[in-house]
Every structure is written in C-alpha cells, then in structure tokens.
C-alpha cells in the first residue's frame, strides 16, 4: 500500500491545506493525505506531505527542529506578525546590535495562530475582536543568527525546535514584523536541495529514527501486537524493519520490551 514522505517548495499566497489537497486530488480516491507542520499563507517553504500509511507517523516528523530565512521590518508593528495584519509605524528603528535569544525560553503563541482556545482557533477569536488568552508554552532557539542589514530590515536566520513561532521572536525585537519567511529545513530535509523529491517511507523514517532489523518471526509477533526483546533503553524508539520492509514504529515503553505504536503491516 501507498506509503511515502513528498517534500514541496510551497509558493507565497496559499495555505498548506490547498497544498495538501492539490495533491490529494491527483491520488487515487481514498488515499490519505497530511502533512508534518503548516506554513502561513505569506510564508514560502518546506512543506512534509505524508501520503498513505505514512500518515500514521506524523508525530514524529511534526517534532523535528525546523529553520528558517526572515526578513524582518523595523519602525513598525503588524497586529498578525506579518504583512497580512494591520501595520501601525512607530518610526522606531534600532541602531546598533540586537540581543537575539538563544537557548531554552517560554513564548507565548500570537493571538493570530491555530492553537486552539475553548475549541475555537485563536485567529478565530482574534478577527471576532474577541479577548484571546493563551499559555506560555516552551521552546528552543538553537540559532539565531544575523545575516545582512538595510536601513529598516534585517535579514536572519533561524532554528528552533517545533512549536515555535517566528513572528513572535521578530516581534519581541522591537517594533518588527515578518515580511517574509522561508522555511528551509526540517530535521534532515531540505529545500531547495530534496524540494520536489518523493520517498519511501521508510527511506524517510531512517533519516529521523535508528531502525532495529528483525527475524521473520519477530516481525510478525510485533507486527501483530506481541512486544519483543530488546536492549535499548526506556523511552527510545525504533523503526522496526523485517525481511519484507517496515513492520511498524516501536517504543521502549517498559525496560527490556519494545512495543509497537505504528503497524505497518496487513
């Protein structure tokens, strides 16, 4: 059955559902379609399509560390972070170098995102005029970089771990905002080097996880729900890999026993 990874170079102007569904569209009907992580309709970039069975494992490319080119514009506020919002000039633009964090921090998500407040989104509520109140949540800035300065712009580069919002960070700078974003990275992949590219799930799957290769008899104890025998440590997990292919995704849930959390097979 059906089962791959297709990396897309999503242009500015559409949403990462029109993506998926333009290529859903050219599937034979029933065939699933989803992806690892949106982009925001201004934003260009790496987009994961997870095609068929492939959609079972979205949570682990969702987690992967993400980077990112901006373009950040000084001397102004977005009420959205980017060029789609209201933009108010304050005229402030900084002189000199900016402090850019680093490391482990708490952001607080823009009122305009997808989190979900009471069942609603919270660009819902926000376009509503209604009061959104969101958790600080935790992330990690590994990279936050410099690259070029105009006048009133700056450019950056960016890694951060998933759940990270980038017109957060640029807004927390001073009076900025977004007005342009580039996703170029997630974990392994690339764009525009692996931009256009389809895998094989489990060619994908061995870019992110280690991968255990088992007996035919093992793979189909795990492939049916039986945990088997293993040395690794509480908390890992594995693709495991029989003589037919992928057998399923397993996690160390109890020491010495690995379990299957994704089947691949039947």
Same mark, same amino acid.
């Not at 992967?64 to 009420?79: H, Q």
């Given at each position: 059955m059906t089962a791959s990874v297709r990396l897309v170079d999503k242009p500015a102007g559409v949403t990462s559902h029109d993506v998926v569904a333009q290529i859903k569209h050219g599937l034979p009907r029933g065939v699933r379609v989803g992806h690892a992580g949106t982009l925001d309709p201004f934003a260009t970039g790496l987009l994961l399509i997870?095609? %068929?069975?492939? @959609?079972? !494992?979205?949570?682990?490319?969702? =987690?992967?560390?993400?980077?990112?080119?901006?373009?950040?514009?000084?001397?102004?506020?977005?009420?959205?972070?980017?060029?789609? %919002?209201?933009? @108010?000039? !304050?005229?402030?633009?900084?002189? =000199?170098?900016?402090?850019?964090?680093?490391?482990?921090?708490?952001?607080?998500?823009?009122?305009?995102?997808?989190?979900r407040v009471g069942g609603r989104r919270a660009y819902e509520l926000a376009r509503a005029g209604e009061e959104v109140q969101l958790e600080a949540r935790p992330i990690t800035v590994s990279r936050f970089e410099e690259l070029e300065r105009r006048p009133t712009e700056r450019d950056y580069l960016i890694r951060c771990s998933s759940g990270t919002y980038i017109r957060s960070l640029i807004a927390d700078l001073g009076d900025a905002y977004c007005v342009s974003l580039r996703r170029t990275q997630i974990g392994p992949f690339d764009v525009p080097g692996q931009a256009g590219v389809e895998l094989d799930l489990l060619a994908a799957l061995t870019q992110i996880l280690p991968v255990d290769k088992v007996d035919e008899n093992s793979a189909s104890l795990i492939g049916h729900g039986r945990p088997m025998e293993t040395a690794r440590a509480v908390g890992e997990t594995v693709a495991i890999v029989g003589p037919n292919g992928l057998v399923a995704i397993g996690e160390v849930k109890e020491a010495g026993l690995l379990s299957s959390i994704a089947g691949f097979v039947g």
């Open positions: 997870l095609i %068929g069975r492939a @959609t079972r !494992t979205q949570r682990f490319f969702m =987690g992967l560390d993400k980077e990112y080119l901006v373009t950040a514009k000084f001397g102004a506020r977005s009420n959205t972070g980017d060029t789609e %919002g209201t933009i @108010t000039e !304050t005229g402030v633009v900084p002189d =000199g170098d900016l402090e850019l964090p680093t490391g482990d921090m708490l952001q607080t998500p823009p009122d305009f995102s997808a989190v």
